[in-house]
């Protein structure tokens, strides 16, 4: 089977708005245009478009759904991995929360929760791999696109590339030199699932075409 993962358009945390809830996060308008370019770019009608419970994720899929309007939709816990405890800081900008984060991360403990609402990185690469699992009992000829958030890319992308590391190396290869591997607004990253493996298929920044019918 076949998941393109999407995530979604420009938010307006990710201009370095202050946000006071992660996931009532809008798109902003350029975030719409992306939102509405994928919908168009789509070479292939899907089985399933699968998206998380957070707006900005619903806003860029809602024109890809629209376009499909026969292909089931579905709301899976696949949302934003949220590693600070939310009440502590929700609504400060990113540029507030920067010392706190290259902390958690210089850590590098994956079982380390900062409170209540937030999860461990162990506890998140779980989510990610039920994910998978949860794409791998789809029918074999399955075409899936699931509209998510750009770590939670990252970590499947991690999950199927490093299949022998351990959490902390998981965690470790997850975030180098200080920065995330990042997934861009409305970049689609590919996964093919083939001989019972996952094989991270391709980065696509255009129209998806034949890219991921190997």
Known sequence: MRAIFIRHGESTANTGLASADVASIALTQRGEGEA??????????????????????????????????GVPVETWPIEEFTYLQPARWNGTASADRRPHVERYWTAADPAYCDGEGAESFGGFLRRVEATLARLAALPSTSLVYVFGHGQFIQAARTVVTGPDLDDTAQMRAFWRDGAPPLVANAQRVGFHRKEGRWECAATLEGPVAHILRH
Do not use: G
């Open 36 to 69: 509405s370019r994928i919908a168009r770019d789509w070479s292939e009608v899907p089985s399933l478009i699968v998206t998380s419970p957070f707006q900005r994720t619903k806003q860029t899929a809602a024109p890809t759904i629209a376009r499909f309007p």
